[in-house]
């Protein structure tokens, strides 16, 4: 086949991408073809405007490194990242809701027990904050369920002015990996989040300038909370009262994941802690929708290895 045109050219991509052997592979290809020609078509995409699009997708990729993650940026101001969590997580009800992972997550983070202190080794001060609470099983029509001991929150947020520690040359910073107890109770100490601007010293932030303009994110903390038997969340708690809450810049707000920071005012309480008085709390439960694919796969693994035996 040859002597295509606007109206023939798309049959014939999908018609070849029929020889490819993956089906799900064939699947997503085949979609993608058949919208980014209709994306062309609708647009009328010209020579020019199609070569500042492979000039920004160039940029894009040479702003990657081992630090820095560009790509995962497009996707989340474009939305991409949040339509493709809510794709994916039908959590049960009542379940803490699923977020953007975003690009300064990092493998690694030290261990600590209950009253874990985040702040150790911080370059820059911020405000005290006793973080706690439990996590817990997404229970029947949304209620609470039983407490996981031994789950595992993988903690991290950015220093008081808004910079994440991979995007310094220094070592981790506000980050930790805090398990909880036999209650399933975790405690750390921390500072209060700030809001901040995403990175805009790239390609991103040239179109975000260009565009909507929406850069900064509302006042968060990053968890991804994980226990044997149930559904790994990654997620946030924001700030109430946080001033960009309806513009995040990576569309990662629910109103189920906004917190609230109470002050306390109790010398004693903060000496004990290790804290400056007054301090901040916020007191927050995870709760976890059970793993049913990971036990169907487990029993069909035990199955098989007692039909082998
Ligand atoms: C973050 O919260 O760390 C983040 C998420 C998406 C894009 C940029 C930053
Ligand atoms: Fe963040």
């Known amino acids: 086949m040859r002597q295509f045109n606007e109206d023939t050219l798309t049959n014939e991509v999908v018609a070849r991408l029929k020889k490819t052997k993956n089906p799900r592979l064939r699947e ?39 630090k820095r993650q560009e790509f995962i940026l497009l996707s989340d101001v474009l939305g991409l990242s949040m339509m493709v969590v809510a794709l994916n997580h039908k959590t049960a009800p009542g379940a803490t809701e699923a977020t953007v992972l975003g690009p300064f997550f990092a493998h690694g983070a030290k261990e600590y027990g209950y009253g874990a202190d985040l702040r150790e080794g911080a370059t820059m001060k911020g405000e005290d904050v006793w973080v706690s609470g439990r996590v817990l099983e997404a229970g029947k029509n949304g209620s609470p369920g039983k407490p996981i001991p031994n789950a595992v929150l993988d903690i991290w947020q ?3 002015d808004g910079i994440y520690d991979l995007q310094t040359e220094g070592e981790f910073e506000l980050r930790g ?3 909880t107890n036999a209650k399933g109770e975790y405690a750390f100490a921390s500072y209060k989040p700030n809001f901040y601007s995403i990175p805009v010293d790239g390609p991103v932030g040239d179109m975000v300038r260009a565009t909507t303009g929406n850069h900064m994110r509302p006042a968060h903390m990053h968890a991804i909370v994980s226990a044997p038997g149930f559904q790994q969340v990654i997620t946030h708690v924001f700030v109430e009262g946080d001033p960009h809450l309806d513009g995040d810049a990576v569309y990662a707000v629910k109103n189920s994941l906004v917190g609230k920071y109470k002050k306390v005012n109790d010398a004693e309480r903060a000496k004990k802690l290790g804290l400056s008085n007054p301090f901040l709390k916020l007191e927050w439960d995870f ?23």
């Open 158 to 160: 950015a220093k008081a």
């Open 177 to 179: 990996r805090v398990k």
């Open 28 to 66: 997503i290809m085949t979609s993608l073809v058949k919208h980014v020609h209709a994306f062309a078509r609708e647009v009328h995409l010209t020579e020019e405007e199609w070569f500042e699009g492979i000039k920004f997708l160039t940029a894009v990729g040479q702003k990657c490194d081992g």
């Open 287 to 309: 709760k976890l929708s059970p793993d049913k694919a990971g036990a169907k796969k487990a029993r069909k693994k035990i199955a098989a290895s007692d039909a082998v035996a």
